[in-house]
Each structure stands twice: as C-alpha cells, then as structure tokens.
C-alpha cells in the first residue's frame, strides 16, 4: 500500500509501505494511484514528494506477482499520471531506486537521493527489459551510451554516479525525505514542461552506437533474449516518437514475459535466497545455529586457490595468516597476493585493506588464528598431515575447514580432536572472483561450524551453499557423469570442436574440452588416480571398477598435453599460457587411432545428441544427490551449476531445465541412451526422476516437500 500525509507548507507525502523493499505489488500501485489523485484534487498542496518505508524507496515491480495474473493498476499508465501532475513531484530516495522503483522515480519531475542509495534497471537480469517507460526515459535524461550501458548488464550504480550521469537532482548526506521536501517547496511555480522525459526528444544513434552494441551482445550472451530486446528498445527510442517507443518496449516486454528465459532468470533470483537459508537433514539452519564471529583466519597452501582464498579473506577485512612450506612458492605468493589484493580491491572500488595479510612457512603461526582454511595439493595423505598437524598447533576451538574439491571431510574430521569443527569449504577458482562456495558438512560437522562457514562465504560476498559429503560433493559429482558422457562421443566420433560448440550453443561460456584445456589436464588425471583409474599398474582397458571407462583424457594428458599452460591439450594454441583454442591436427589423428585401435566404427553424431547425453547425465546425477540427500533442493543444485560451472542463467540451472524440457521426456531419453550403453550407469534412470514422472511431474517449486514426505514414507 501507499500512505498519504501532508506536511505543514503544503507538500503531500506519499509513502510505499510493502517490506522489505517497497517493491510495487498491486496493492501499493492501488495505492500510489489514488494518494496521487488525492494529491492532484487537494487544492492545499503544491507539490508531492514520493518516499519509501523502512529507508528503502523501491525494489521494483513485485517480482513474486509475475507468475500470476496482473491485478491491479498497470505502471505504465500510472507513471504516466504522475508525470503528469501540475504540481512538482520528487521522488525522495534511500536504499534503493531499482527496476520499475527507478521507472517510477524517472516518471517524477525531481530525483533526489541520499549517498548511500544504489539506482540501476536490473530487469535484463530478470529475463526482462525496463518496461515501464524506462527503455524510453532513461535515453531521453542521459543519451544513449549511458543508458545503453546501465540497461544492458542492469549494474547497480552509487547516487555519486547517478549524479554524475545526469539521473539524480541532489544528493545528500542528511535526511533525503526533509531534502526532497525543501527542494519542492523551493521549486513549486516554476515549469514542469522540461521535467517531464517523455516529451524531451531523445538522441539519434547518430554513430551506429546501437548497432555495433547489437552484435556484442550477442556474442557476449549467448542465446539470452533479454539483452538483444533492451538493445532493441534503444534502438526504438533513438528511432521512434515516444508513443511508439512505448508501444515497442510493450510489444518487446511481452514476448520476454512469454519466454521461458524470463521464468528461469526469475526462478535464479528466488534460487540464490533460498540458498542463502540454508538447513541441514538434522534440522539445523540460521533459526537455532548461531555463526561465529572471525576476525583472525589462515590459509594453509599458497598455490593458485590459496592465493586467491587470502585475497577473498582479505577483503573482508580478516586478518590472514599466509602459510606455506615451499619457500620457492611462498617467495612467490608474497609478490602475487598483495598485488591480486590491489587489483580486486580496485575492481571493486574499495580501498586496499592495509596490512592484513602476513607471510610464513612456519605451520606454528596459525596458533592464534579461529578459523583456519587448508588449501594444499588434492592428495588425502598430504591433507591428513596437514590436519593432524593443525589440530596439534591451533587453540582449541579453531575451526578447520579443507578447501578439497571432493574429497572426503569425514576422514580429516576424524585426526582432529574435535571433529564437530571440521567443514569443507570448496571454492571455484579464482578463488577471490568466483560467486561460488560449497559448504561441505559431514556427519560430525556441528551446525555452529557450518553456520560460521555460511556466514564467512556471505561476508565474501559468496553465494554459499550447503551440501552433503559425497564423492565430488554436488558440483564435482555432477560433472563426472557430465565430463565421461563427452568423451565417451569422442570414442564414438564426434570431434572435441563438435561437442564444445554443442555446449557452446546451448549457452556455456565454454565447451568441456574448451574448459579442460584451462583448467590443466593434469587436475582430472590426478583424480582418477586418486581413484584407483589410472596410473602405473592399472590395466589399458576400455571398462574399469566394472563401468566403461574412457582412457581416452589419460592418453592425452600422459602424452604431455596439459592443455593451455604447455600450449596443447585437446586443442592447440599460439604457445604456452595461449588462450586462443585452436583445431589441432594432433588429436584428429590420434583419436583415430585410438578408435581404430579399440575397433570403433565413427559415427556422425548430430549436436541434439551431444546435449542430451552430456547434460541429462549431469542432471540424472543431480536427482540422484537429491534422493541421497546431498542437496537441499533443487535450487541448491541450480545455484551451484549457474554460480559455480558456467551453466547460462537464462536456463534457471540444470533441474529448472529438467522442468523446463519435461520430467517424462527426460526420462524417456536417459532410458533411450543406458538401453543403448547399458554399461554405463550414470544413464540409469534415478529412482527420484521416475517417482516425480509417475506423480505427473510436479513444477521444480514443489520437489522439496515432495523429496520430504517421500523420505518419510521410505520411498526413496
Ligand atoms: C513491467 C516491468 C517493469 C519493471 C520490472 C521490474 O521492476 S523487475 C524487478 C527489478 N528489481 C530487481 O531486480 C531488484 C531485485 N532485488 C534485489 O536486487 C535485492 O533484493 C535488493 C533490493 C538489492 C535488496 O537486497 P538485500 O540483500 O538487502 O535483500 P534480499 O535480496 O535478500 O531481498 C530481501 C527479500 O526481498 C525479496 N525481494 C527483493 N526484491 C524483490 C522484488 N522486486 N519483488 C519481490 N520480492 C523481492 C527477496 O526475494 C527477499 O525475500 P525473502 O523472502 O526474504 O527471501
């Protein structure tokens, strides 16, 4: 709802009132419609001033209401009233002017702001485009390069830059409602005509501006609907009257409304604050699981994810101790960190934290830390040192948490005197830039032990999510079934270019072969040698621990192509450290040698194909950690593919995309493809995918409290 008070001096005041972000429900578009109406009637008033509840003006359009019918008074119409008005209206803003809450606030005649406040239109971020006058406003106030820029990537900007761009009137650093208040008491008589965007003329795309944005965004987001529209509607407003322009951004807005994309961006936001809430199969989340505070911390191993977690550390503003016992790499890390620290300070246009980092090779430093973070070499004897010697040195009470990308928390946790403070707390690289953390609880983690891993990756700005001590954990696991289905059609004739650009299309920013290349690898060998896979002794055979198996990623690696970092791997590059992924006549030849070796006829495999046995693998594997209990939900799942892998957000995640294609059909096609490679286990159907089918399939929203009652009746 919307409240309406008049001020002493005539000013009314209109207040959005629906927390926790004013966003405009059709309760408070009710609202605003008729404290505008009563405003305009009352002949005491001179002039309006638009605020919001609780130190927020506005979040936007409620986005909860999109999946719904539309009740209420559209915003379009509405802020075309308020642009109307023959009294000066301004809109008074805190916390934040976002989406429709900037649309509304670009319909008022004055903006002015408190510094703190964040202004942006994040709508292409939502699978949408500014569609409530915004795409045909914001060009009009400040042309079309800046506004080209803030609606396509739908960054939020400070009020200094709002400022500077031309968006806000004043800001200030008092009480932004009295500022507004005082502005339109000084400002009621004077002409509206040049406050009101939609009849100023907008600026001609005068340098095919628009045109060349058109085919970067393209390029740049592969697939996704929602910035090729925004581009559009700028190319309206530069091109059309107003009317028009709106008409375009109606048509345009429509058809992302109706696109799945739309629904999926959706589903990702509500997917990343659900994650946020996490709770555990005993019952444990943030309602009874207090986080502890950490102002100390160290890192253990300074090779590339130590490096990268210190500077995440850092960050924040906790004082890290830097550990590491080679004194060759250790020399390296000190020059490395402090400059990675600059830069992703500067960034993030923050200061570099002064002094928190310190430097040794001495394992006893860490003694007074609370919280300690081992990131040495993947290899379990090595951790197990490492942590039998950590729970001898730190204070009793230190949490000690593994970096490990899969290995297992409990047997670390069980050389501790206190398994309960074991975590894992696995980070995508680089560490200090990747959104991602996987918070690993084993079966003797303590709920304050989680929940302070929790809160430290919240403080890093890291969407964190809680999962289960699996092999692979949810991320690693899922991409086993992923990474084997892709060269198990190698074996069967596809090119590593075929499958790359299947993945390509589809949306990842790189293909696997493209992914492997950069990631080493020789990081995937060591795994499956971990594994009992491969290494001396173990036999050349095409099925190994009794599944096939394809020696084919050995091979290439053994042969000393570890990919970018020696300038060959699955493809070719310009050198060593080269970036640009070139076809390498190499391992044409080689592949066909090694079907020929193996008698395997090549076949022509079609690209529809190659998604279905990589990614309905991948998310087989998903239902099946979702039987075990490894994930939450499928949002867990979702948050981690799209925050942590490369999954395109405009496809929600990989189980929102199991809903989006059909439970049954997916289904359908897994039975297809484990019929034709009965030998090949991750293909087998998951008990949870076919109890969802023969329930009819319900929408992603409910599989939680489906996955619960089947638990409790034994049916998974
Ligand atoms: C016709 C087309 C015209 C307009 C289209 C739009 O306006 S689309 C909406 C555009 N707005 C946005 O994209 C803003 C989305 N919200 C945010 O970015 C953040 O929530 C925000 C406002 C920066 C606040 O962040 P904070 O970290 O403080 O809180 P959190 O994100 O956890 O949100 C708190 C709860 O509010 C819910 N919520 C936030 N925004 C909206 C919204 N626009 N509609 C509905 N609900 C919203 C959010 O889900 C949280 O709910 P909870 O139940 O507590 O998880």
New binding site residues.
Partial sequence: MATYSRLPGSVALITLQNP??N??SAAVRQGIVDTVQRALKDPKVTSVVICGQNG?FC??????EFAGPMLGPP?VPMIHAIEAVDKPVAAAIEG?A????L?LALGCHYRIAHSKA?LGL??V??G?L???G?SQRLPRLIGLTAALDLITTGR?ISAAEALKLGILDQVTDNNVVDQAVEFVRRVAGQPLDSRRLSTLPCPPDVDSLLDKAMVKVRQRSRGALAPVACVQALMAAASLPYTQGMEKEREL?TTLFNSGQARALQYA??SQ??V??WSLPSGASWDNSAARPISKAAVIGLGTMGRGIVVALALTGISVVAVETQEKQLAEASQAVPAMLQREAGRRGLATPPGVISFSSNLQDVSEVELVIEAVFEDMSLKLQVFRHLTSVCRPGTLLCSNTSGLDIDQLAAVTQSPGLVVGMHFFAPAHVMKLLEVVYGPRSSPEAVATAMQLGKRMGKVSVAVGNCPGFVGNRMLKPYLEQANFLLEEGATPQQVDEALEEFGFPMGVFRMSDLSGLDVGWRIRKEAGLTGPGVESTRTRQGRRYSPLPDQVCEAGRLGQKTGRGWYQYDGPGGRVARSDPWVHIFLEAYRAEHDLVARSIAPEEILERCLYALINEGFNILQDAMAAGPEDIDAIYVFGYGWPRHHGGPMFHAGQVGLGRILERLQHHHHNHPDVPHLKPSTLLRRLVAVGSPPVQKWREFINKERVHSQL
Avoid: N, Q, S, Y
Avoid at 59 to 64: E, F, L, T, V
């Fill in positions: 926790p972000v966003a405009l927020k979040g936007g359009a409620d986005i909860r915003l934040v976002l989406g429709g809450g649309e964040l994040p709508e971020t939502l949408l500014p569609g409530a915004g939020h807005l936001f509500f604050r659900v946020g809430k």
